[in-house]
């Protein structure tokens, strides 16, 4: 099984810039891509951004592109998430997702195998 933990998450203010970090362990060659979702309160969980883990395919929801940024270190397993401008509409629990089927560039919440356990961010106006 591929675990995942997330970190980076805290308080900051609107405008602000923030790094979320998900490290990966376990079989992870036969991840294909990886990505990020986020939960505010009340609403369902919601995909940001996505990468193809052996590729450059890249993949973005339309509230976060040209403010976030997904990369990730291979040698080291690491999945991140840049992103700039926040806002407080940005304030979720972010969370980490991996995929092992062939699902493409998958947007969807089932398409992805993995889960890890989230971390918080809360952008103060």
């Known amino acids: 099984q591929v675990q995942l933990v997330e970190s980076g998450g805290r308080l900051v203010q609107a405008g602000g810039s923030l790094r979320l970090s998900c490290s990966a362990s376990g079989p992870t060659y036969n991840v294909r891509i990886m990505a990020w979702f986020r939960q505010a309160p009340g609403k369902e969980r919601e995909f940001v951004a996505v990468l193809s883990w052996f590729g450059h395919n890249t993949g973005y929801a339309d509230s976060v592109k040209g403010r976030f940024t997904i990369s990730r270190e291979n040698a080291k397993n690491i999945l991140y998430l840049q992103m700039t401008e926040l806002n407080p509409e940005d304030t979720a629990v972010y969370y980490c997702?991996?995929?092992?089927?062939?699902?493409?560039?998958?947007?969807?919440?089932?398409?992805?195998?993995?889960w890890g356990q989230g971390t918080q961010v809360t952008v103060s106006s």
């Open positions: 997702a991996a995929a092992q089927r062939n699902v493409g560039l998958g947007r969807e919440h089932g398409d992805y195998d993995y």
